[in-house]
C-alpha cells in the first residue's frame, strides 16, 4: 500500500494538468448552458433531496407526494439535501450541483494515470485516456448538467478495481486492507447499488489468482464482506422499519422492468419522449400513478409492476429481444441520431474492448479477467430497462483505461519496441579493432 502511494505521489502533476484541462473545458459548457437546464431538479434523487433539505423525510421522489420511500440507494440524496439546505433548489444550487459534477469527473480523468500504473501498465496509457476525455467531454450531458450520482461511482468502479489487481497480485493480504477494501465498497453500494454483483466476481476472482494462501484469500474476502454487511445495515434496517419489507438498497425493480416492457415501450428513455410515452406510466410525470402509489405502498406498487413485467416478457420474447438487442447496442454506442456522441462513444467502446483482447493476448491475465468482468457483469442488469446515458456514465473510466492501453501500447509503444529492436545498418556499426597481438 506505501509504494502505491509513493507512486501515485509521483504522477500528482500530471493528474492535475488534466483536473484543470478537464474542469475547464466542462465550466465553459456550463457557462453556456441556458438558465433553465442548470436548475432543473424535478428528477427523482432531487425531489428526495429537497424532501430532506426542508422536511427532514427521506420521501416523495415524484410528482405528487407518495410518502417513504427506497426508489433510489440514498447516498446521493443526503449530498444534494446538503447543497440545497445552504445554496436552496433554484439557480444557485442548480451551479453548485453542475460544478460539483464538474469537479467529479475531472477527478476522474485525473486518476486514469494512477489507476493504469496500479494495474501494471505504462502510466502513458492512463495520461493519454484522462487528456483525451479532459477535452472530448464522451458524456457531456451527464458531466455538465444531468450527472447525478454517476461521477462517484466511476471513480469508485475506477478505483476499486485497481484495487481488486493490487490484491489479486499481492504477496500478502492484510485485513486491515480487507477493511477498507469492504468500506470503499460500501461506500459505492450506498450511491450504486447494482454494483454488488460486480463485488462478488472481483472477490472471486482475488480468490482465484491468489496462490500464495487460499485461506488468507479466503479470510479476506471474508473480512470484506463482513465490513460491507455491517456498514449497509443501518439503511437496510430502516428500509425494513420505514418501508415494512427486507430489500437491498432500494425497491425499484418491478415497476423499472414493468415500464421497460410494455407494449409500447422503446428501448431508449429519448425514444419514448419522442413518441410521448413516457408520462404514460412513470409516476414522475403521472399524477395518476402517484396517487396509485400513495394509496398502495411502494412495497406493493413495485411488487404488483414486477409480477406484470415478468408476464409480458414471458408472452412476448420475441419483441423482449428486440428491445434487449437494441438496450445492448445503445449502451455501448449511444442514440444514432447523437452522431457526434454515437461516433465518439463507438469508438470508446472499440478501442476498450481492443484494449482488453489485447491484454489477453499479452498475458495479462489478471488486469483482463477484472476489465473484462466489469464489462460482462456490470451492464447487464441495464439491459432489461430503457436505455438512459446515466446508467453507462459510472462504466466511464473503465472503458477509458483499457482504450487508452490499447492505443499506447498498439502504436506509442509498439513504434518504441520497433525502433529497439530494428536491425543496425552495416554502415552504422562500429568497426571492431583487430586483437592486440
Known amino acids: 500500500m506505501r509504494q502505491i502511494l509513493s507512486r501515485a505521489a509521483r504522477y500528482r502533476h500530471i493528474g492535475w494538468a488534466i483536473f484543470a484541462t478537464a474542469l475547464a473545458v466542462r465550466l465553459a459548457i456550463l457557462a453556456a448552458t441556458p438558465a433553465h437546464l442548470i436548475s432543473f431538479n424535478e428528477e427523482e434523487t432531487l425531489n428526495i433531496a429537497k424532501s430532506l433539505a426542508f422536511h427532514h423525510a427521506f420521501a416523495n ?6 410518502g417513504p420511500t427506497a426508489h433510489v440507494p440514498p447516498g446521493f440524496p443526503w449530498v444534494m ?20 459534477i ?16 496500479m494495474m501494471d501498465f505504462a502510466r502513458e496509457a492512463g495520461v493519454l485516456a484522462g487528456f483525451t476525455a479532459a477535452v472530448y467531454p464522451f458524456f457531456w ?9 454517476d461521477a462517484l461511482s466511476a471513480i469508485f468502479l475506477l478505483l476499486l478495481t485497481a484495487f481488486t489487481y493490487r490484491f489479486a497480485a499481492a504477496k500478502t493480504l492484510r485485513l486491515k486492507e480487507a477493511i477498507l477494501y469492504g468500506v470503499a465498497w460500501a461506500v459505492l453500494l450506498h450511491v450504486q447499488s447494482s454494483a454488488v454483483t460486480l463485488l462478488a466476481a472481483d472477490l472471486a476472482i482475488i480468490l482465484v489468482a491468489q496462490t500464495i494462501s487460499r485461506r488468507r484469500g479466503g479470510l479476506f474476502a471474508a473480512t470484506t464482506l463482513a465490513t460491507v454487511i455491517v456498514l449497509i445495515a443501518p439503511w437496510t434496517i430502516r428500509n425494513r422499519l420505514v418501508m415494512g419489507q427486507w430489500m437491498f438498497m432500494r425497491d425499484n425493480l418491478g415497476f423499472e422492468l414493468a415500464s421497460s416492457n410494455r407494449d409500447e415501450a422503446k428501448a431508449s428513455l429519448q425514444e419514448e419522449f419522442f413518441a410521448n410515452t413516457f408520462c404514460d406510466t412513470h409516476p414522475i410525470c403521472n399524477a395518476a400513478v402517484d396517487r396509485v402509489i400513495a394509496r398502495e405502498g411502494e412495497i406493493r406498487f413495485n411488487h404488483e409492476k414486477l409480477q406484470l413485467g415478468l408476464h409480458w416478457i414471458r408472452t412476448h420474447p420475441a419483441r423482449f429481444a428486440r428491445l434487449t438487442l437494441l ?29 482488453i483482447v489485447l491484454m489477453w493476448r499479452r498475458r495479462l491475465f489478471a488486469q483482463a479477467a477484472i476489465l473484462s468482468a466489469a464489462w460482462i457483469i456490470y451492464p447487464a442488469i441495464y439491459y432489461l430497462f430503457r436505455y438512459m446515458t446515466r446508467y453507462v456514465a459510472p462504466m466511464y473510466g473503465l472503458m477509458l483505461l483499457p482504450a487508452g492501453f490499447f492505443v499506447y501500447e498498439a502504436l506509442f509503444n509498439r513504434a518504441r519496441r520497433d525502433r529497439v529492436h530494428a536491425p543496425i545498418a552495416v554502415e552504422e556499426m562500429e568497426p571492431t579493432p583487430s586483437p592486440v597481438r
Not at 450531458?141 to 450520482?149: H, K, P, Q, S, Y
Not at 438496450?327 to 484494449?355: C, E, H, Q
Request: glycine share 12%; hydrophobic share 55%.
Open 61 to 66: 421522489p415524484f410528482l405528487l407526494p407518495t
Open 81 to 100: 439535501a446538503a447543497v440545497f439546505g445552504v445554496f436552496g433548489d433554484g439557480l444557485a444550487g442548480g451551479i453548485v450541483r453542475c460544478v460539483m
Open 102 to 117: 464538474s469537479v467529479e469527473f475531472s477527478a476522474l480523468f485525473a486518476l486514469l494515470p494512477t489507476a493504469a500504473s
Open 141 to 149: 450531458r451527464i458531466e455538465v448538467t444531468l450527472g447525478r450520482d
Open 327 to 355: 438496450r445492448i447496442m445503445y449502451f455501448w454506442t449511444d442514440l444514432p441520431f447523437y452522431k457526434l456522441n454515437f461516433a465518439g462513444r463507438t469508438l470508446l467502446s472499440l478501442l476498450g474492448f481492443a484494449g
